[in-house]
T-cell receptor, first 117, second 117 residues
Framework: AQKVTQAQTEISVVEKEDVTLDCVYE???????LFWYKQPPSGELVFLIR??????QNEISGRYSWNFQKSTSSFNFTITASQVVDSAVYFC??????????????FGSGTQLTVLP | NAGVTQTPKFQVLKTGQSMTLQCAQD?????MYWYRQDPGMGLRLIYY???????DKGEVPNGYNVSRLNKREFSLRLESAAPSQTSVYFC????????????????FGAGSRLTVL
């Protein structure tokens, strides 16, 4: 069975600080996908990134960066120079790449990030 | 470009009442999903429809039924609401079905907040 753990329930930072959101996953599959979704106060979940298990390169997109380490089963998300608009709940998710299966996406419990002005 | 539209956004029910949550997507996606979000538990899959004409149970299907009316629409029905079904419900859709469906990126609706008294 697959599992996603986001141990940080809530994080509060002051604007312009860097912040890292942790995500640890468990899976028996060798082929899988990892995701991050953002849920702003408006409620709608927004896709941020997808990473497959064969690509361990870190990725940077503007102020966002992701560190994927298979050795520690982690897929951490860093926001550099945080802004108030980054305040949201962030979800990490794991999907096993099984043929014909659309049901294998497992979400972590989410991390509520609050960026204070 | 509406994406995924859910109705209603808010609903209050009494125990034992029935209701249907409606969901429609305009992206010509094959797969559609219903999730529920509860505090501290992330999102859990209730039912999904990998393609038009098929539906299948997710992690927490008890007390719910679904109908894939056509490719665009996927409804969730509570036949006899219970307080344990108080939650925020999200409909989502994704493009691919079959193959590496684990790579699917989900597009979410804005959510429907349901309270059962």
């Amino acid at each position: 069975a697959q599992k996603v753990t986001q141990a940080q329930t809530e994080i509060s930072v002051v604007e312009k600080e860097d912040v890292t959101l942790d995500c640890v996953y468990e899976t028996r599959d060798t082929t899988y996908y990892l995701f991050w979704y953002k849920q702003p106060p408006s409620g709608e979940l927004v896709f941020l990134i997808r990473r497959n298990s064969f690509d361990e390169q870190n990725e940077i997109s503007g102020r966002y960066s992701w560190n994927f380490q298979k050795s520690t089963s982690s897929f951490n998300f860093t926001i550099t120079a945080s802004q108030v608009v980054d305040s949201a709940v962030y979800f990490c998710a794991l999907s096993e790449a099984r043929f014909g299966s659309a049901r294998q996406l497992t979400f972590g419990s989410g991390t509520q990030l609050t960026v204070l002005p | 470009n509406a994406g995924v539209t859910q109705t209603p956004k808010f609903q209050v029910l009494k125990t034992g009442q029935s209701m249907t949550l409606q969901c429609a997507q305009d992206m010509n996606h094959n797969s559609m999903y219903w999730y529920r979000q509860d505090p501290g538990m992330g999102l859990r899959l209730i039912y999904y429809s990998a393609s038009e004409g098929t539906t299948d149970k997710g992690e927490v299907p008890n007390g719910y039924n679904v109908s894939r009316l056509n490719k665009r629409e996927f409804s969730l029905r509570l036949e006899s609401a219970a307080p344990s079904q108080t939650s925020v419900y999200f409909c989502a859709s994704s493009e691919r079905t079959g193959g590496s469906s684990g790579a699917n990126v989900l597009t979410f609706g804005a959510g429907s907040r349901l309270t059962v008294l």
